[in-house]
Protein backbone atom coordinates (compact mmCIF):
# COMPACT_ATOMS: atom_id res chain seq x y z
CA UNK A 1 0.00 0.00 0.00
CA UNK A 2 2.72 2.16 1.37
CA UNK A 3 4.85 1.92 -2.11
CA UNK A 4 2.17 2.23 -4.85
CA UNK A 5 -0.83 3.87 -3.43
CA UNK A 6 -1.89 5.21 -7.04
CA UNK A 7 -1.87 1.69 -7.60
CA UNK A 8 -3.53 0.30 -4.76
CA UNK A 9 -6.38 3.10 -4.54
CA UNK A 10 -7.23 2.71 -8.00
CA UNK A 11 -7.31 -0.67 -7.92
CA UNK A 12 -9.11 -1.29 -4.52
CA UNK A 13 -11.97 1.27 -6.57
CA UNK A 14 -12.14 -0.54 -9.76
CA UNK A 15 -12.98 -4.14 -7.62
CA UNK A 16 -15.44 -2.32 -5.06
CA UNK A 17 -17.32 0.05 -7.39
CA UNK A 18 -17.29 -2.94 -9.93
CA UNK A 19 -19.02 -5.28 -6.87
CA UNK A 20 -21.01 -2.51 -5.50
CA UNK A 21 -22.37 -1.73 -8.86
CA UNK A 22 -22.90 -5.63 -9.11
CA UNK A 23 -24.75 -5.50 -5.71
CA UNK A 24 -26.80 -2.55 -6.44
CA UNK A 25 -28.11 -3.75 -9.75
CA UNK A 26 -29.06 -7.31 -8.22
CA UNK A 27 -30.58 -5.11 -4.97
CA UNK A 28 -33.32 -3.90 -7.51
CA UNK A 29 -33.94 -7.43 -8.27
CA UNK A 30 -34.26 -8.56 -5.24
CA UNK A 31 -36.49 -4.82 -4.04
CA UNK A 32 -38.59 -5.95 -7.19
CA UNK A 33 -39.05 -9.42 -5.83
CA UNK A 34 -39.52 -8.04 -1.94
CA UNK A 35 -42.25 -5.47 -3.54
CA UNK A 36 -44.06 -7.93 -5.33
CA UNK A 37 -44.52 -10.55 -2.24
CA UNK A 38 -45.53 -7.36 0.60
CA UNK A 39 -48.50 -6.72 -2.72
CA UNK A 40 -49.02 -10.37 -3.41
CA UNK A 41 -47.56 -10.37 -6.66
CA UNK A 42 -44.56 -12.33 -8.05
CA UNK A 43 -42.28 -9.56 -9.82
CA UNK A 44 -40.29 -10.34 -12.33
CA UNK A 45 -40.25 -14.17 -13.24
CA UNK A 46 -39.31 -14.24 -17.46
CA UNK A 47 -35.85 -13.28 -17.62
CA UNK A 48 -33.94 -16.04 -16.11
CA UNK A 49 -34.29 -18.04 -13.51
CA UNK A 50 -36.64 -16.36 -10.66
CA UNK A 51 -36.24 -13.03 -13.10
CA UNK A 52 -32.55 -13.20 -12.17
CA UNK A 53 -31.15 -11.91 -14.99
CA UNK A 54 -33.64 -9.05 -14.93
CA UNK A 55 -30.72 -6.33 -14.01
CA UNK A 56 -28.39 -7.76 -17.41
CA UNK A 57 -31.93 -7.20 -19.07
CA UNK A 58 -32.05 -3.88 -18.37
CA UNK A 59 -28.62 -2.94 -18.93
CA UNK A 60 -28.55 -3.79 -22.29
CA UNK A 61 -32.35 -1.85 -22.62
CA UNK A 62 -30.75 1.40 -21.15
CA UNK A 63 -27.37 1.36 -23.32
CA UNK A 64 -28.93 0.31 -26.43
CA UNK A 65 -31.66 3.43 -25.97
CA UNK A 66 -30.94 6.72 -28.90
CA UNK A 67 -29.40 9.48 -26.50
CA UNK A 68 -31.25 12.48 -26.87
CA UNK A 69 -30.55 16.03 -25.75
CA UNK A 70 -33.57 18.45 -26.03
CA UNK A 71 -32.69 21.00 -28.08
CA UNK A 72 -34.17 23.95 -25.62
CA UNK A 73 -31.55 22.15 -23.12
CA UNK A 74 -28.23 23.53 -21.81
CA UNK A 75 -26.30 20.55 -23.26
CA UNK A 76 -23.42 21.11 -21.47
CA UNK A 77 -24.90 20.90 -17.99
CA UNK A 78 -27.13 18.18 -18.88
CA UNK A 79 -24.58 16.09 -19.92
CA UNK A 80 -22.57 16.48 -17.68
CA UNK A 81 -24.64 15.97 -14.55
CA UNK A 82 -25.41 12.17 -14.48
CA UNK A 83 -22.23 10.92 -14.26
CA UNK A 84 -21.01 13.42 -11.68
CA UNK A 85 -24.14 12.53 -9.57
CA UNK A 86 -22.59 9.16 -10.06
CA UNK A 87 -18.78 10.41 -9.03
CA UNK A 88 -20.03 12.26 -5.83
CA UNK A 89 -21.52 8.89 -4.74
CA UNK A 90 -19.07 6.86 -5.52
CA UNK A 91 -16.04 8.94 -4.25
CA UNK A 92 -16.93 9.12 -0.48
CA UNK A 93 -16.23 5.40 -1.00
CA UNK A 94 -12.47 6.03 -0.99
CA UNK A 95 -11.69 6.16 2.83
CA UNK A 96 -14.13 3.57 3.80
CA UNK A 97 -12.59 0.32 5.60
CA UNK A 98 -13.71 -2.39 4.75
CA UNK A 99 -11.90 -5.12 7.51
CA UNK A 100 -9.51 -4.94 10.38
CA UNK A 101 -6.09 -3.73 8.84
CA UNK A 102 -5.18 -2.49 6.05
CA UNK A 103 -8.40 -2.92 4.06
CA UNK A 104 -9.18 0.65 3.08
CA UNK A 105 -8.59 1.99 -0.25
CA UNK A 106 -7.16 5.50 1.44
CA UNK A 107 -6.75 5.60 5.01
CA UNK A 108 -7.05 9.34 5.90
CA UNK A 109 -6.85 10.64 9.15
CA UNK A 110 -9.96 13.06 7.92
CA UNK A 111 -12.08 10.23 6.78
CA UNK A 112 -15.24 11.17 7.94
CA UNK A 113 -15.15 14.70 6.22
CA UNK A 114 -13.99 13.49 3.01
CA UNK A 115 -17.10 11.07 2.54
CA UNK A 116 -19.22 13.88 4.52
CA UNK A 117 -17.82 16.76 1.79
CA UNK A 118 -17.64 14.59 -1.17
CA UNK A 119 -21.78 13.46 0.22
CA UNK A 120 -22.71 16.54 0.24
CA UNK A 121 -21.26 17.77 -3.77
CA UNK A 122 -24.44 15.77 -4.61
CA UNK A 123 -26.91 18.74 -4.51
CA UNK A 124 -25.38 20.40 -7.22
CA UNK A 125 -25.38 17.49 -9.78
CA UNK A 126 -28.79 17.41 -9.40
CA UNK A 127 -29.99 20.64 -8.98
CA UNK A 128 -27.82 20.94 -12.29
CA UNK A 129 -29.82 18.47 -13.82
CA UNK A 130 -33.26 20.29 -13.23
CA UNK A 131 -32.33 23.48 -14.24
CA UNK A 132 -30.25 22.60 -17.85
CA UNK A 133 -33.51 20.16 -18.58
CA UNK A 134 -35.06 23.78 -19.37
CA UNK A 135 -38.41 21.76 -18.36
CA UNK A 136 -40.98 22.99 -15.84
CA UNK A 137 -41.29 19.85 -14.13
CA UNK A 138 -37.92 19.19 -13.61
CA UNK A 139 -37.07 22.66 -12.27
CA UNK A 140 -39.99 22.50 -9.73
CA UNK A 141 -38.20 18.83 -8.57
CA UNK A 142 -34.66 20.43 -9.02
CA UNK A 143 -35.53 23.30 -6.77
CA UNK A 144 -37.27 20.93 -3.78
CA UNK A 145 -34.63 18.67 -4.20
CA UNK A 146 -31.97 21.58 -3.59
CA UNK A 147 -34.00 22.71 -0.39
CA UNK A 148 -34.19 19.17 0.91
CA UNK A 149 -30.39 18.17 0.35
CA UNK A 150 -29.56 21.06 2.36
CA UNK A 151 -31.92 21.19 4.73
CA UNK A 152 -31.24 17.17 5.46
CA UNK A 153 -27.21 17.96 5.39
CA UNK A 154 -27.47 19.89 8.88
CA UNK A 155 -29.10 17.07 10.69
CA UNK A 156 -27.10 14.38 8.85
CA UNK A 157 -23.89 16.62 9.74
CA UNK A 158 -24.47 16.81 13.88
CA UNK A 159 -25.42 12.80 13.95
CA UNK A 160 -21.85 12.06 12.25
CA UNK A 161 -21.07 14.31 14.99
CA UNK A 162 -21.85 11.95 17.45
CA UNK A 163 -19.41 8.65 16.59
CA UNK A 164 -16.48 11.32 16.19
CA UNK A 165 -17.11 12.67 19.77
CA UNK A 166 -17.40 8.98 21.29
CA UNK A 167 -14.61 8.23 19.54
CA UNK A 168 -12.17 10.92 19.32
CA UNK A 169 -11.39 10.95 15.85
CA UNK A 170 -12.30 11.31 11.91
CA UNK A 171 -10.64 8.35 10.81
CA UNK A 172 -13.39 5.98 9.85
CA UNK A 173 -11.13 2.84 10.79
CA UNK A 174 -10.79 4.45 14.46
CA UNK A 175 -14.43 5.05 14.65
CA UNK A 176 -15.16 1.26 14.09
CA UNK A 177 -12.39 0.35 16.45
CA UNK A 178 -13.62 2.14 19.46
CA UNK A 179 -16.58 0.00 18.94
CA UNK A 180 -14.68 -2.74 19.41
CA UNK A 181 -16.08 -5.94 21.46
CA UNK A 182 -19.88 -4.92 21.67
CA UNK A 183 -19.57 -1.22 22.31
CA UNK A 184 -21.52 -0.39 19.03
CA UNK A 185 -22.48 3.57 19.60
CA UNK A 186 -25.98 2.52 18.63
CA UNK A 187 -26.07 0.85 21.97
CA UNK A 188 -23.37 2.21 24.40
CA UNK A 189 -23.78 5.23 25.93
CA UNK A 190 -27.48 4.39 25.71
CA UNK A 191 -29.62 7.34 23.97
CA UNK A 192 -27.58 9.45 22.23
CA UNK A 193 -25.84 6.99 19.53
CA UNK A 194 -29.32 5.04 19.05
CA UNK A 195 -31.30 8.19 18.35
CA UNK A 196 -28.60 9.82 15.92
CA UNK A 197 -28.35 5.99 14.19
CA UNK A 198 -32.68 6.48 13.18
CA UNK A 199 -31.64 9.89 12.12
CA UNK A 200 -28.75 9.65 10.37
CA UNK A 201 -30.78 6.90 8.26
CA UNK A 202 -33.86 8.65 7.88
CA UNK A 203 -30.81 12.03 6.43
CA UNK A 204 -29.36 9.63 4.18
CA UNK A 205 -33.04 8.63 2.90
CA UNK A 206 -33.41 12.50 2.34
CA UNK A 207 -30.06 12.76 0.80
CA UNK A 208 -30.73 10.06 -1.82
CA UNK A 209 -33.76 11.01 -2.65
CA UNK A 210 -35.78 7.55 -1.41
CA UNK A 211 -39.02 7.42 -0.09
CA UNK A 212 -40.50 8.52 1.98
CA UNK A 213 -38.35 11.84 0.71
CA UNK A 214 -38.29 11.26 -3.05
CA UNK A 215 -39.58 14.84 -4.00
CA UNK A 216 -37.45 15.56 -6.75
CA UNK A 217 -38.57 12.80 -8.25
CA UNK A 218 -42.10 12.34 -6.95
CA UNK A 219 -43.69 10.74 -10.10
CA UNK A 220 -47.40 11.21 -9.14
CA UNK A 221 -46.93 15.14 -9.14
CA UNK A 222 -44.12 16.19 -11.18
CA UNK A 223 -43.82 13.48 -14.11
CA UNK A 224 -40.62 12.32 -13.34
CA UNK A 225 -39.14 15.28 -11.74
CA UNK A 226 -35.44 15.95 -12.42
CA UNK A 227 -35.20 12.69 -14.60
CA UNK A 228 -37.82 13.70 -17.01
CA UNK A 229 -35.78 14.78 -19.75
CA UNK A 230 -33.16 11.87 -19.31
CA UNK A 231 -33.23 8.75 -21.17
CA UNK A 232 -30.86 6.15 -21.65
CA UNK A 233 -27.80 5.57 -19.69
CA UNK A 234 -27.95 8.92 -18.54
CA UNK A 235 -31.48 8.25 -16.96
CA UNK A 236 -29.57 4.93 -15.49
CA UNK A 237 -27.08 6.52 -14.02
CA UNK A 238 -29.67 8.57 -11.86
CA UNK A 239 -31.13 5.80 -11.16
CA UNK A 240 -28.07 3.58 -10.13
CA UNK A 241 -26.43 6.86 -7.97
CA UNK A 242 -29.87 6.27 -6.16
CA UNK A 243 -29.50 2.70 -5.45
CA UNK A 244 -24.99 3.16 -4.78
CA UNK A 245 -26.29 6.27 -2.24
CA UNK A 246 -28.51 3.84 -0.44
CA UNK A 247 -25.94 1.31 0.00
CA UNK A 248 -23.15 3.96 0.57
CA UNK A 249 -25.40 4.84 3.85
CA UNK A 250 -26.14 1.96 4.69
CA UNK A 251 -23.00 0.66 4.76
CA UNK A 252 -21.54 4.06 6.54
CA UNK A 253 -24.63 3.51 8.97
CA UNK A 254 -22.98 0.02 9.97
CA UNK A 255 -19.45 1.43 10.56
CA UNK A 256 -20.37 4.39 12.63
CA UNK A 257 -23.04 3.08 14.65
CA UNK A 258 -23.18 -0.63 14.03
CA UNK A 259 -19.49 -1.16 15.27
CA UNK A 260 -19.00 -1.99 11.22
CA UNK A 261 -16.93 -5.57 11.46
CA UNK A 262 -17.57 -5.90 14.99
CA UNK A 263 -19.26 -9.32 16.10
CA UNK A 264 -19.61 -12.48 17.84
CA UNK A 265 -16.74 -14.80 17.25
CA UNK A 266 -13.85 -13.90 14.24
CA UNK A 267 -14.38 -10.13 13.30
CA UNK A 268 -13.95 -9.19 9.84
CA UNK A 269 -16.01 -8.34 6.39
CA UNK A 270 -19.16 -10.86 6.67
CA UNK A 271 -20.10 -9.02 9.83
CA UNK A 272 -19.66 -5.72 7.73
CA UNK A 273 -21.83 -7.10 5.09
CA UNK A 274 -24.00 -8.76 7.06
CA UNK A 275 -25.54 -5.35 9.12
CA UNK A 276 -24.53 -3.29 5.58
CA UNK A 277 -27.24 -5.33 3.66
CA UNK A 278 -29.53 -5.63 6.34
CA UNK A 279 -30.04 -1.62 6.87
CA UNK A 280 -30.25 -1.50 2.76
CA UNK A 281 -32.81 -4.07 3.15
CA UNK A 282 -34.63 -2.58 5.80
CA UNK A 283 -35.17 0.51 3.63
CA UNK A 284 -36.41 -1.55 0.56
CA UNK A 285 -38.95 -1.88 3.65
CA UNK A 286 -39.63 1.79 4.17
CA UNK A 287 -39.77 2.52 0.42
CA UNK A 288 -42.58 -0.05 0.16
CA UNK A 289 -44.47 0.85 3.41
CA UNK A 290 -44.67 4.81 3.64
CA UNK A 291 -45.98 7.41 1.76
CA UNK A 292 -44.16 10.26 0.18
CA UNK A 293 -43.79 13.64 2.42
CA UNK A 294 -45.29 16.62 0.82
CA UNK A 295 -42.44 19.49 0.20
CA UNK A 296 -43.78 21.69 3.04
CA UNK A 297 -43.90 18.49 5.05
CA UNK A 298 -40.36 17.60 5.21
CA UNK A 299 -39.35 20.80 5.74
CA UNK A 300 -40.81 20.98 8.82
CA UNK A 301 -39.78 18.10 10.01
CA UNK A 302 -36.57 18.57 9.54
CA UNK A 303 -36.01 22.15 11.10
CA UNK A 304 -38.48 21.88 13.60
CA UNK A 305 -37.31 18.06 14.77
CA UNK A 306 -34.32 16.70 12.90
CA UNK A 307 -32.32 19.82 13.32
CA UNK A 308 -33.08 20.09 17.66
CA UNK A 309 -33.35 16.30 18.21
CA UNK A 310 -29.81 16.11 16.88
CA UNK A 311 -28.24 19.10 18.53
CA UNK A 312 -29.32 17.53 21.57
CA UNK A 313 -27.64 13.98 20.97
CA UNK A 314 -24.53 16.13 20.14
CA UNK A 315 -24.79 17.63 23.40
CA UNK A 316 -25.01 14.07 25.51
CA UNK A 317 -22.60 12.61 23.57
CA UNK A 318 -19.88 15.48 24.51
CA UNK A 319 -21.10 15.23 28.16
CA UNK A 320 -20.92 11.66 28.01
CA UNK A 321 -17.28 12.09 26.52
CA UNK A 322 -16.25 14.63 28.84
CA UNK A 323 -17.22 13.39 32.47
CA UNK A 324 -18.25 9.12 32.09
CA UNK B 1 1.29 14.54 -1.99
CA UNK B 2 1.27 12.12 0.90
CA UNK B 3 0.65 8.11 -0.25
CA UNK B 4 -3.14 8.23 1.36
CA UNK B 5 -4.20 11.38 -0.74
CA UNK B 6 -2.72 9.70 -3.64
CA UNK B 7 -4.93 6.26 -3.10
CA UNK B 8 -8.06 8.89 -2.15
CA UNK B 9 -7.38 10.91 -5.64
CA UNK B 10 -6.68 7.81 -7.54
CA UNK B 11 -9.87 6.36 -6.23
CA UNK B 12 -11.98 9.26 -7.12
CA UNK B 13 -10.33 9.45 -10.91
CA UNK B 14 -11.17 6.13 -11.24
CA UNK B 15 -14.71 6.32 -10.26
CA UNK B 16 -15.02 9.36 -12.43
CA UNK B 17 -13.69 6.75 -15.23
CA UNK B 18 -16.46 4.30 -14.41
CA UNK B 19 -19.03 7.47 -14.34
CA UNK B 20 -18.05 8.67 -17.60
CA UNK B 21 -16.98 5.26 -19.33
CA UNK B 22 -20.36 4.33 -18.73
CA UNK B 23 -22.27 7.23 -20.91
CA UNK B 24 -19.78 6.95 -23.74
CA UNK B 25 -20.53 2.82 -24.15
CA UNK B 26 -24.22 4.31 -24.15
CA UNK B 27 -23.17 6.54 -26.96
CA UNK B 28 -20.89 3.59 -29.17
CA UNK B 29 -24.10 1.41 -28.63
CA UNK B 30 -26.93 3.46 -28.66
CA UNK B 31 -29.24 3.09 -31.29
CA UNK B 32 -30.08 6.64 -33.91
CA UNK B 33 -33.17 7.90 -35.67
CA UNK B 34 -32.89 8.23 -39.19
CA UNK B 35 -35.17 10.93 -39.54
CA UNK B 36 -35.80 13.97 -36.71
CA UNK B 37 -39.35 15.47 -37.07
CA UNK B 38 -38.35 19.05 -35.28
CA UNK B 39 -41.04 17.95 -32.21
CA UNK B 40 -38.90 15.38 -31.41
CA UNK B 41 -36.41 17.18 -29.49
CA UNK B 42 -38.96 19.30 -27.37
CA UNK B 43 -38.69 19.40 -23.87
CA UNK B 44 -41.82 17.15 -22.41
CA UNK B 45 -44.69 19.08 -21.01
CA UNK B 46 -47.46 17.01 -21.35
CA UNK B 47 -47.62 16.66 -24.95
CA UNK B 48 -47.89 20.07 -25.98
CA UNK B 49 -45.19 22.50 -27.16
CA UNK B 50 -43.03 24.08 -24.44
CA UNK B 51 -44.72 27.45 -23.01
CA UNK B 52 -41.87 29.64 -22.92
CA UNK B 53 -38.66 28.62 -21.23
CA UNK B 54 -38.46 26.61 -17.81
CA UNK B 55 -35.48 29.43 -16.92
CA UNK B 56 -37.56 31.66 -14.28
CA UNK B 57 -37.58 33.37 -11.19
CA UNK B 58 -38.74 31.16 -8.29
CA UNK B 59 -40.35 31.74 -5.17
CA UNK B 60 -37.99 33.21 -2.18
CA UNK B 61 -38.85 30.86 0.21
CA UNK B 62 -35.99 28.61 -1.07
CA UNK B 63 -33.76 31.89 -0.40
CA UNK B 64 -34.85 31.75 3.18
CA UNK B 65 -33.57 27.74 3.12
CA UNK B 66 -30.56 28.10 1.91
CA UNK B 67 -29.89 30.74 4.26
CA UNK B 68 -30.64 28.70 7.11
CA UNK B 69 -28.59 26.14 5.65
CA UNK B 70 -25.66 28.43 5.58
CA UNK B 71 -25.81 29.23 9.01
CA UNK B 72 -26.59 26.10 10.84
CA UNK B 73 -23.63 24.62 7.88
CA UNK B 74 -21.13 27.00 9.62
CA UNK B 75 -21.91 25.79 12.99
CA UNK B 76 -21.49 22.64 12.09
CA UNK B 77 -18.04 23.64 10.61
CA UNK B 78 -16.84 25.34 13.97
CA UNK B 79 -18.29 21.95 16.10
CA UNK B 80 -16.03 20.00 14.39
CA UNK B 81 -12.60 20.72 15.36
CA UNK B 82 -14.69 21.21 18.88
CA UNK B 83 -15.60 17.68 18.75
CA UNK B 84 -12.44 16.49 18.29
CA UNK B 85 -10.30 18.01 20.92
CA UNK B 86 -13.31 17.06 23.93
CA UNK B 87 -12.17 14.61 26.54
CA UNK B 88 -11.79 13.87 30.59
CA UNK B 89 -9.04 16.28 30.56
CA UNK B 90 -10.46 20.03 30.04
CA UNK B 91 -13.38 19.05 28.67
CA UNK B 92 -15.72 21.42 31.34
CA UNK B 93 -14.59 24.61 30.16
CA UNK B 94 -15.02 23.19 26.41
CA UNK B 95 -18.84 22.18 26.94
CA UNK B 96 -19.42 25.69 28.28
CA UNK B 97 -17.81 27.34 25.76
CA UNK B 98 -19.53 25.56 23.04
CA UNK B 99 -23.05 26.06 25.23
CA UNK B 100 -22.73 29.56 24.85
CA UNK B 101 -22.05 29.47 20.86
CA UNK B 102 -24.51 27.17 20.22
CA UNK B 103 -27.01 28.87 22.51
CA UNK B 104 -26.67 32.06 20.64
CA UNK B 105 -27.59 30.07 17.61
CA UNK B 106 -30.83 28.29 18.76
CA UNK B 107 -31.98 32.04 20.24
CA UNK B 108 -31.98 32.63 16.24
CA UNK B 109 -33.59 29.46 15.52
CA UNK B 110 -35.98 30.11 17.62
CA UNK B 111 -36.33 33.30 16.31
CA UNK B 112 -36.56 32.13 13.12
CA UNK B 113 -39.31 29.75 14.12
CA UNK B 114 -41.32 32.43 15.49
CA UNK B 115 -41.02 34.35 12.50
CA UNK B 116 -42.46 31.37 9.92
CA UNK B 117 -39.68 31.28 8.22
CA UNK B 118 -39.28 27.73 8.65
CA UNK B 119 -42.99 27.24 7.37
CA UNK B 120 -43.75 26.83 3.93
CA UNK B 121 -46.53 30.03 3.06
Redesign the interface.
Known amino acids: ?2 EY ?6 G ?3 VL ?1 TVLMGVAAWSIWFERKFAGRMQNRPGPTQVGPAGLLQPLADLLK ?12 DSFLF ?1 IA ?3 G ?2 TV ?2 G ?3 YPWAPGDWV ?5 IGI ?2 TLS ?1 GSLVTIPVWMAG ?1 A ?7 LGA ?1 RA ?2 QA ?2 F ?2 PL ?2 TC ?1 VP ?2 LS ?3 RMGDIVEAQADGHWFALWPPGPGAVAFVLFLLCSLAEANRIPFDIPEAESEL ?1 AGIT ?2 YM ?3 F ?2 FYLAEYMHTLIASFMGASMFLGGWDGPGPDGLHWLVLKGLTLYAGIFWIRWTFLRYR ?2 QF ?2 IC ?2 IF ?2 VS ?1 LT ?2 VA ?2 W ?3 A | MSPQWSAALAFVLVAAVVAVGTLMAARVFGVKARSKPPSRDLTYECGEEPEGSAWVRFHPRYYVVALMFVVFDVETAFILPWALNLGPRGGGLLLVEMGLFVGVLLLGWGYAVRKGALTWQ
Open positions: MTPWLWGGFALILIQKEDITPTNANPPLLLLGMAVPANLNLFIWSNNKYALMAAVSEVLLLIIGSFVTEGMKGLADMAWRVPLVTAFRVY
